[in-house]
Nanobody
Framework: QEQLVESGGGLVQAGGSLTLSCATS????????MAWYRQPPGAQRELVAS???????NYAVSVKGRFTISRDNALNTVYLRMNNLKREDTAVYYC????????????????WGQGTQVTVSS
């Protein structure tokens, strides 16, 4: 079972910045598309940003221009830099890895981190 270890969450004032990190094994990182999701209080989990192995990125409309996803292949780590944070960014943030099938008959698999709380105060 692959593990994803997140860090970097915390309490920040509106307008501030945070950077989340998610580290995993090289075995997984080298083949997986990576993503950050978040789950606000009382709401469903939603995709925030994703980055493929060839560095193609995608962002939710609500964070475009404020958040940046990146990956460091040497450290097997994906980052989410969050600038100009708003109260509505308050959520538990989860890292996810989408691994393609390991064999022709296999299925893709998704792995999740434990989540890290981001709280934005006014």
């Amino acid at each position: 079972q692959e593990q994803l270890v997140e860090s970097g969450g915390g309490l920040v004032q509106a307008g501030g910045s945070l950077t989340l990190s998610c580290a995993t094994s090289r075995r997984l990182f080298r083949v997986a598309d990576m993503a950050w999701y978040r789950q606000p209080p009382g709401a469903q989990r939603e995709l925030v940003a994703s980055i493929t192995t060839d560095l193609t990125t995608n962002y939710a409309v609500s964070v475009k221009g404020r958040f940046t996803i990146s990956r460091d292949n040497a450290l097997n780590t994906v980052y989410l830099r969050m600038n100009n944070l708003k109260r509505e960014d308050t959520a538990v943030y989860y890292c996810a890895a989408d691994r393609p099938p390991l064999t022709v008959e296999g299925r893709p698999q998704q792995f999740w981190g434990q989540g890290t709380q981001v709280t934005v105060s006014s």
